[in-house]
């Protein structure tokens, strides 16, 4: 019922809105690239546009929806905890995530690969499923952070401030990059702006620049702080915060 | 006989420290036995649905106040497990079923196979032409049906009612007085939060009066007159309010 409960007529949209934006994207570089490679044109689509904003827009209100509904209230008045709750709603917006980047990544990118790609179509399953085990990995983190933001605030305002920390992040990244790229301790720093050690990893396996090990222990890492987060803070709501 | 309820010294204060500080509730104490059906009224304001709320577990009181519920934790499983509960704010999402609400919550109760305790639920509210329904489409009278028929889901102990017959037509009013009934026979403990002076006088065993998030009087209303609850409503609620 969770599952069900995310897929309202308007949500329907999303997927096939995403996936025609991707196409649009997708198309220009079919047409300019001699070696259309999957695994990198799905990395750069589904790691800037369609995993985040599947994750904003299932997750922004994840919980805060819950609980100006009522859900949250109708089903903790049940046997059930508040972790059995959590882990419910983990799996049904993890699924939503995963259905959006089939139909808003990965169908777009075969169909344009087999209609408009000029050049030679390269599909390694290697490196595809790598891409796509990390995109599912960077989903759930950025899940892991939404859940543990709608527990304390709005959905609306959910989605804008992870729209502006990925932006902040990556201007203020590509900043320091270009001006204190031999600064050591800037370049730690700029690790730390968003958590992108799967992000990094992926780019790494797909430039054949050697085993990402320091970026994916990194990306483990702030998964598993963002679920600790996550958890925590669904322990600590009010399930019903309204006054008489 | 057993406890069913018991609050010990609950206050809340919401905002606390702040200029828009409100103490919603001061120092509650009280109990209810397994088998009562006991009637919280008092006026718009008083803090009865915020005392619902913090015997449920889902608002904290203040430190010091402690609430058990079949002598467990509010928001313990064994607790939940027993527990039946109406809200006076009606649960809307678009999409869900009425049936598959409630055997959702039939489910969750513990009852593997809902479809037939869900088919009698709704039959005795008279919701079976709602079944297939969705929430979302159903009349403010009829999802206040529903969510008193999912208080009763799973066959509970003890089933907290918040304002029961707000948005109820008067034969509906009537058909929830013979169910309270009914449960009360089969040893439920009912506790309801109401404006509705008759209906608490028709079916409570006792009354709790609160005003200003304070309990202020309590009466059995075993062998007493016609009357006697509004004659005790304006003694207690509204005599004593400041003007």
């Known amino acids: 019922m969770e599952f069900r409960r995310q897929w309202t007529v308007a949500a329907f949209f999303i997927p096939i809105g995403l996936g025609a934006l991707t196409t649009i994207m997708l198309v220009p570089m079919a047409l300019i690239q001699p070696v259309y490679d999957f695994a990198r044109n799905a990395a750069q689509i589904n790691l800037s546009m369609v995993v985040p904003f599947a994750a904003a827009l299932f997750c922004g209100g994840i919980i805060s929806i819950d609980v100006k509904e009522g859900w949250l209230r109708t089903l903790l008045i049940r046997p059930i905890t508040r972790q059995q709750y959590l882990l419910i709603k983990l799996a049904a917006a993890f699924s939503s995530v995963v259905i959006t980047i089939v139909v808003a990544g990965v169908i777009p990118n075969i169909a344009v690969g087999a209609f408009f790609a000029k050049g030679v179509v390269r599909y390694e399953i290697g490196p595809i499923l790598v891409a796509h085990t990390l995109f599912l990995l960077q989903a759930l983190l950025i899940i892991g952070l939404l859940v543990f933001f709608s527990c304390w605030m709005p959905g609306i305002f959910n989605m804008v401030l992870l729209a502006a920390w990925y932006i902040a992040a990556a201007s203020i990244g590509s900043y320091l990059q270009s001006r204190f790229w031999s600064s050591e301790w800037l370049m730690l720093l700029r690790d730390f702006l968003f958590p992108s050690g799967f992000t990094s990893a992926l780019e790494m396996i797909l430039g054949n620049a050697g085993t990402p090990t320091s970026e994916l222990a990194w990306g483990f890492a702030a998964l598993g702080f963002s679920f600790a987060l996550a958890f925590w803070s669904v322990t600590r709501i009010e399930v019903d915060k309204s006054s008489e | ?243």
């Not at chain 2, 509730?25 to 088998?35: I, N």
């Not at chain 2, 049936?99 to 639920?121: C, K, Q």
């Not at chain 2, 999912?150 to 003890?158: Q, T």
């Open chain 2, 1 to 243: 006989m057993a406890s069913a309820i018991h609050a010990q010294n609950i206050g809340k204060t919401f905002n606390p420290g702040s200029k828009n500080s409100v103490q919603a509730l001061r120092d509650v104490s009280f109990e209810v036995q397994q088998g009562e059906i006991v009637g919280l009224i008092g006026p718009n304001g008083a803090g009865k649905s915020t005392l619902l709320r913090i015997l449920l577990g889902f608002l904290n009181a203040d430190k010091g106040g402690s609430v058990s519920i079949l002598s467990q934790h509010p928001e313990s499983l064994e607790a939940r497990r027993g527990i039946g509960y109406q809200a006076d704010t009606q649960f809307r999402s678009p999409g869900v079923r009425t049936s598959a609400f409630l055997e959702l919550h039939a489910l969750l109760a513990g009852n593997a196979d809902p479809t037939d305790e869900v088919t009698a639920v709704l039959r005795h509210f008279n919701l079976l032409n709602a079944a297939a329904r969705k929430l979302s489409a159903l009349s403010k009278g009829m999802r206040q049906k529903i969510e008193l028929a999912v208080a009763f889901v799973g066959s509970p102990k003890v089933v907290f009612l918040d304002e029961p017959t707000a948005s109820l037509d008067p034969p509906s009013v009537f058909e929830l007085r013979e169910f309270l009934t009914q449960q009360k026979e089969k040893g439920t403990t009912v506790f309801f939060s109401s404006h509705n002076l008759t209906e608490v006088e028709n079916v409570c065993d006792r009354v709790l009066f609160i005003l200003d998030g304070t309990l202020v009087a309590e009466h059995s209303l075993a062998g007493t007159p016609p009357g006697f609850l509004e004659e005790s409503f304006r003694k207690h609620l509204v005599e004593r309010k400041p003007s």
